[in-house]
Structures are given as structure tokens and as C-alpha cells.
């Protein structure tokens, strides 16, 4: 169905030097340096793992855990073809599994870091239960989110309008072409994903409250200003996690297709050629049980 090359991984973005940074920046304001033992949750295709390894200059283990195997498997195949970790000595093990409900002991992690993924569970809640579980007192837990109440400077919320508003004439369009060629048009299927952004994002003043419920001391809050250009935008959008969500009930290939083809279009229509997104940064520290 698709007409262009898509990859609908994460790893293309996860690779732009926009997003590297930005992680690199964060992974930076982190009090590390006693971190023996790690647990990078939602690890992805490993960048903040690599990020962590090299901030963290006694670690001895990192735990890798992802939902998405695809993901995982790419991590693998960089960490043994860059060896990277294992020239340090550092033990590292990938697990596939669900991050509110941790396959790891009881206050064996002195760190638990999770990159650009917090606002994807559902649970805030249980997730913070579950970290708590598992770090030992006193233990780090840093997260840091592009989807929180306040990403978007005023004036942004344009390019997102004009982008999707572009995508769903691009799927239009193919729709007419393929019925005029006499073909079976673009069929939706309802209720395969939730509506987009159906979860509230939280504000700042919520997350203090919900880490403060689960027994964490916030240490330190920060907002961080990322440039998002074209190709940020093509690399997102063509991502199936996005675009499963941004156009539920879509043929996935044909909605990650008609994000990637329609960023650049969308950037020109709003006069931008860079789009900042904040990025919210949260260091807390483990007080109490939970």
C-alpha cells in the first residue's frame, strides 16, 4: 500500500542529533556517579542506555526493559556490533516485558531512568509503586517526557493542526486513487487503538504530587527546549507507535506514510522551519516504601 520507503521503527529518531542531545543534556544533570546497578526502563533501541553507561563511571550491570521486542532486538544488534559495554566490563541484560509490572527483585536497582516514555502508561500510579519496589532506599528515579500539560510554547499548537489536518487529505487522496483505479478503498477499523491523547498529560505541580504519593523526595525539576526540524518530524511521524494513535483504525503503513511525506509540507504552510517542544526533566530519590 505504501507508495514511499517508511520505517516505521523508533530507531530513526532515536538517532537524530536532536534527540540525542536532548537525552545527553538530561542523562548530564544526574547524580551518577555511585550508580552500580541500572535499570533503564523502556530502553528502546538503546540510546539512553548508551547515554547511562557512559555518565555512570563505577556501573557495573544495566538492565535493559522494553514492551516492544523490534526495539530490543535493535539495541542488541548496536551493543554487539559497537561492543561498547562490553570493553567496559559491564554486564548488560535485555528483557522484553511491561513497565508497571517489573520482572526484578526488591530494592536491587540503585537507579532507575525512563527516557521519553513515562506518559505512555496508563498507570502513573502503579508504575511509581513498581520503581519504588525495586530501587533501594535512596535510590534514583529520573524520567524525562515531551507529552506533559505546557510541552507546547504557545503558537506551536499550529503545526500539529496543519500537519495531521495534511496527513488526513494525503490518505484522502490515495483513497480516490485507488477507487478510481477500481481497487478497495482505505478501510478504517474502529476501536484497534485508544483515541489520540485520551489521557490527560499532567502538569508539573501533578507529577510532584503523584511521585510525593509513592514515597519520592523530588530533587530537581527542569524544562528543556528541544528544536524539532523536518527531518525530527518525518522520523516521528513514520513511527507505527505515533501513528497507530494519531490515526486509530488506519492501515498503520499508509498512516506512517502520509506523517512522513506531509511534515515538511506542513512545516512550509506555518512559515517554520523549526518547531520547540519542551522537554519536562524529573530527578527524585527514593524516601520511603510504598
Keep these: 500500500m505504501c507508495a514511499v520507503e517508511v520505517n516505521m521503527t523508533y530507531e ?9 542531545e536532548a537525552n545527553r543534556a538530561f542523562v548530564g544533570t544526574l547524580p551518577l556517579a555511585g550508580v552500580e546497578v541500572l535499570l533503564d526502563l523502556a530502553c528502546g533501541t538503546g540510546v539512553m542506555t548508551d547515554l547511562l553507561a557512559m555518565a555512570c563511571p563505577r556501573l557495573e550491570r544495566v538492565l535493559g526493559l522494553d514492551l ?4 530490543m532486538l535493535i539495541a542488541l544488534r548496536h551493543f554487539r556490533d559497537t561492543g561498547a559495554l562490553a570493553r567496559r566490563g559491564i554486564r548488560l541484560q535485555l528483557l522484553q516485558g511491561t513497565a508497571d509490572l517489573l520482572p526484578v527483585a526488591g530494592r536491587s536497582m540503585d537507579a532507575v531512568v525512563m527516557g521519553n516514555s513515562i506518559h505512555m502508561l496508563p498507570d502513573e500510579g502503579r508504575l511509581l509503586a513498581e520503581i519504588n519496589r525495586v530501587l533501594r532506599p535512596g535510590g534514583l528515579f529520573a524520567f524525562n517526557s515531551s507529552f506533559y500539560a505546557g510541552t507546547m510554547p504557545p503558537g506551536t499548537e499550529k503545526v500539529h493542526h496543519e500537519w495531521v489536518k495534511q496527513a488526513a487529505v494525503y490518505m484522502m487522496d490515495r ?14 477499523k474502529r476501536g484497534t487503538a485508544k483515541k489520540a491523547f485520551s489521557k490527560p498529560w499532567l502538569s508539573i505541580d501533578d507529577w510532584k504530587r503523584v511521585l510525593r504519593e509513592r514515597g519520592f523526595r523530588v530533587e530537581g525539576i527542569n524544562e528543556r527546549t528541544v528544536l524539532m526540524n523536518q527531518r525530527c518530524f518525518e522520523t516521528i511521524g513514520a513511527y507505527a507507535g505515533l501513528a497507530e494513535v494519531l490515526f486509530s483504525g488506519y492501515p498503520v503503513q499508509l498512516a506512517s506514510e502520509a506523517l512522513q511525506e506531509t511534515a515538511g509540507p506542513a512545516l512550509a504552510a506555518v512559515g517554520m522551519t523549526e518547531v520547540p517542544r519542551l522537554w519536562l526533566e524529573v530527578a527524585a530519590v527514593k524516601e520511603r516504601e510504598t
Design 175 to 188: 483513497d480516490r486513487e485507488l477507487r478510481r483505479q477500481g481497487k478497495p478503498g482505505i478501510r478504517r
Design 68 to 71: 516492544s521486542l523490534e526495539s
Design 12 to 20: 530513526p529518531f532515536s538517532r537524530e542529533p536532536e534527540y540525542v
